[in-house]
Every structure is written in C-alpha cells, then in structure tokens.
C-alpha cells in the first residue's frame, strides 16, 4: 500500500470519527432542545403548590406563574397570606425581585443567581429555565434506558469554554417522547450538588407531563423541595406587558 493511500484512508478515518461524534453531539442536543420546548412550550400559566420539608418544619406556598418563549417568566407567591406578592421575574439573563412589605423592587446581580427562591432548594437560575442549558453546554447521549415503554435518553451537558453558568456539569435522563425523569447538577469539580426528579405523568394543559417536581441536595437526603402542579395551560402567546417590572410588582390574576 503506497504513502498516499496510507494517508487518505488516516484522513478518512479521522473525518468519519469526528462526523460520528459530531452528530451524536447534534442528536444529544436536539433531544435536550426538544424538552425544554416541549416542557416550556410558546407560552403558559400555571399554579402550583412548593413545599419546602425539613426534618423539623414544612412549609407550603401557591405559586401562580407566567412564561412566554426561552426566555421571559413570572413567579408571584399568592398564598399563604404572610407572604402573598412576593415575586420574581426574569427576562433573558437579567432577573429581580419585589417584596410588598417593603414596597421594594430588586435587580439580583449574577452573584445571587446561585441562591435560593424563598428558602426552597431551588436557586433563582433554576427557577429562570432559560434556554442557556441548551446554548451554554455540549451534550452528549451516554446510554439509553427504558420507562413506561419508551425510550429514554441519558445525557451529559458540560459547559462550552467561558460559558456565564453555574454548574460543571449536567446529566440529563429524558424520554423519547420528550419527558424528563430527572435532571442532575455537578459543581466544578464534578461532585453531585444536587439532583431534580420528576414524576406523577399524566395529561396536563391537553399533553402528558409530569405533575410533581422534586429538588433534592446530595449531602442532605431529608430536606427537598415538592412542586406539585394544580393547574397548567398553554397559550400561543402572552402579552410583553405581562413581563414587566410594573406587572412584578401588580401581577394579573
């Protein structure tokens, strides 16, 4: 066999291995994609109940939310009474706070995005649900596992190079027909800072979703955080006015 031909099939090879790898890094991204559409949708509204457990207290809190595309959400506390108007809203990467008590509108700067909603497990970066773990991150499909009959997908999200995140790194467990069973978080170092879990499926705003939420951290296994969904419908669309400092602060009912 001559030099050259030893050097075209070495080519060869090389191309066909990264071409594999490239559109395994495409299909892992498509799925990742195709779940947070699905889970987000063009535009929704939704109550639910967060309850926050701890080994000596449980507290719970209804929570009426606004989103509309990747990118714009509403949160606003309408119950218990002690804490009803307390609200959040995020547009792109920005986000703030309002607290009726003090009449006081807060932009939270990207240091804070890390800390957590109302004392919940969730962080103010897990409630945003932008699309940055799509854009953000290079997703690859581990393995494939089965539930309920279908397909399920098992993906590793690491960070593009000087990508504005939080997390060393993501695994994702999502079904073929686009439902997420769980959703893990790593810090740098990639140990297991905590892990979402999702279940009760079932037809939710006309489509199959899984009504309760759990956020669990690692290295406390008896306190999570449970939302549970009491109402969701999607919209094709929400008005801009809906996502304002004005609408934080006196949000439609």
Avoid at 27 to 32: F, L
Wanted: proline content about 5%.
């Amino acid at each position: 066999m001559t030099k050259k031909l030893l050097m075209a099939l070495l080519v060869f090879t090389l191309l066909s291995v990264y071409s594999d790898r490239n559109a395994a890094a495409q299909d892992a991204r498509a799925v990742v994609e195709a779940n947070f559409n699905y889970m987000r949708d063009k535009a929704s509204v939704c109550t639910v109940e967060m309850t926050i457990h701890r080994p000596d207290w449980e507290r719970t809190s209804t929570i009426k939310s606004w989103t509309k595309g990747t990118k714009d959400s509403l949160f606003v506390i309408i119950a218990p009474a002690r804490d009803k108007g307390n609200g959040t809203l995020k547009k792109g990467r920005e986000m703030w706070t309002f607290n009726p008590k003090i009449n006081r509108v807060i932009k939270l700067p990207p240091s804070m995005m890390s800390q957590a909603w109302m004392g919940s497990d969730f962080s103010n970066n897990d409630l945003s649900k932008t699309d940055s773990v799509i854009h953000d991150y290079v997703h690859t499909i581990k393995g494939t596992g089965t539930h309920d009959g279908k397909k399920v997908y098992q993906i590793k999200s690491v960070p593009k190079p000087d990508a504005p995140v939080v997390w060393g790194m993501q695994e994702f467990e999502i079904r073929e027909d686009n439902i997420p069973l769980s959703q893990k978080f790593y810090d740098e170092d990639l140990e297991l800072v905590k892990a979402l879990t999702f279940s009760d499926i079932k037809i939710l705003g006309g489509k199959l979703y899984p009504r309760q939420m759990k956020m669990q951290k690692a290295d406390t296994p008896d306190e999570y955080t449970l939302v549970e969904y009491d109402e969701l419908e999607f919209k094709d669309n929400l008005p801009d006015s809906f996502f304002t400092l004005s609408s934080l602060k006196n949000p439609r009912r």
